[in-house]
């Protein structure tokens, strides 16, 4: 919508959040090693607000945020608890909170700088401007083009550095035509294939649909893998390597109407005889929900949305 629309986007860090929030229940704690009163060295301290580490800190952080918020008029949007949205003379403000890091849209700068002066009063905020980065997500926006690209090329370049893949071949497409592959009788754990395939699949929900359906194959065999399957992987590296500034780019000519595709195999694993649906939704350019499952996931979706 910021695309489409010309919106402003901006960003905005709380500092040290989970020490704004007061507690709801007697909470105690030793006393910390370097202020123990040395009079009552037995004692415990009472906390009269909540410190990192405390459980509660993140609830109780966000409960505060959130009376805030709506205190200044902003409406939060069922069924995303993190959105929150006012309309307010003609203007659109919207706010997207991430822990303690929060994205600000809005139709004007004027409502942008509105929405900061309210938050720097109530707390202390780092302004950090037009927004870049968030959560490893990469913001390029050309507003003469009207096209805001997200992309994830420095978290790839780290994932192919981890893996030792930083400097192999590129190859145009992450899996072999009919790849098929069996569970292993015994997983090969000198094989970082596990964490591999979680690394790829942060990439996948962040950015790289593409990635969705190779992913979802080579997810079904973290429990039993083999040197196979670790070549598959390193095959989805390569494309990786390949494929670095791609990205999801929403664009303002792009059509507002949300558009749903799927498709699906007919029993193309060839072990189990199970069929692999994918689907995609299409909004603004680019796709904001995508996924690939087999039959034998038990209806749960390998997805990023």
């Known amino acids: 919508m910021t695309a489409v629309n010309g919106w402003e986007l901006h960003q905005m860090d709380v500092k ?21 009163d040395p009079t009552y060295p037995d004692k415990v301290c009472r906390l009269l607000q909540a410190l990192y580490g405390l459980k509660q800190a993140p609830k109780m952080w966000y409960a505060k945020l959130d009376d805030f918020l709506k205190s200044q008029r902003f409406d939060n949007i069922d069924p995303d608890a993190c959105l ?9 403000m919207i706010v997207l909170v991430f822990v303690d890091d929060l994205l ?22 780092k302004d950090l401007g037009e927004a870049k980065v968030i ?10 083009l009207g096209t805001l690209k997200l992309s994830q090329g420095k978290y790839a370049a780290q994932v192919l550095e981890k893996f030792g893949m930083a400097e192999c071949n590129p190859i145009g497409t992450p899996l072999e035509v009919r790849l098929q592959l069996v569970k292993a009788d015994d997983s090969d754990d000198a094989l970082p294939y596990r964490e591999a395939v979680g690394s790829l699949m942060y990439l996948m929900v962040g950015t790289r649909p593409d990635l969705a359906f190779a992913i979802g194959k080579l997810s079904r065999f973290v429990s039993c893998y083999g040197k196979e399957h670790w070549a598959a992987i390193k095959r989805v590296l390569r494309y990786v390597k390949g494929s670095m500034d791609k990205g999801l780019v929403f664009d303002k000519n792009s059509s507002c109407v949300l558009q749903g595709f799927s498709d699906a195999d007919w029993a193309g694993d ?3 005889r199970r069929s692999t649906t994918g689907f995609t939704f299409i909004f603004g350019g680019a796709a904001v929900s995508s996924g690939s499952k087999s039959s034998e996931d038990g209806g749960a979706f390998d997805d990023r949305s």
């Not at 959560?135 to 003469?144: C, D, H, S, T, Y």
Request: glycine share 4%; charged share 35%; net charge negative.
């Open 16 to 36: 040290t959040a989970f020490l704004n929030e007061d507690l709801d229940k007697e909470v105690y704690m030793e006393q910390p090693d370097g202020y123990v």
């Open 84 to 92: 929150y949205l006012l309309m307010d003379d003609g203007e659109i």
């Open 104 to 125: 600000l849209v809005a139709s004007s700068l004027a409502a942008i700088y509105k929405i900061e002066d309210a938050l720097h009063k109530r707390f202390e905020m």
């Open 270 to 272: 060839h072990e189990t």
């Open 135 to 144: 959560l490893g997500l990469e913001i390029r926006r050309e507003k003469a």
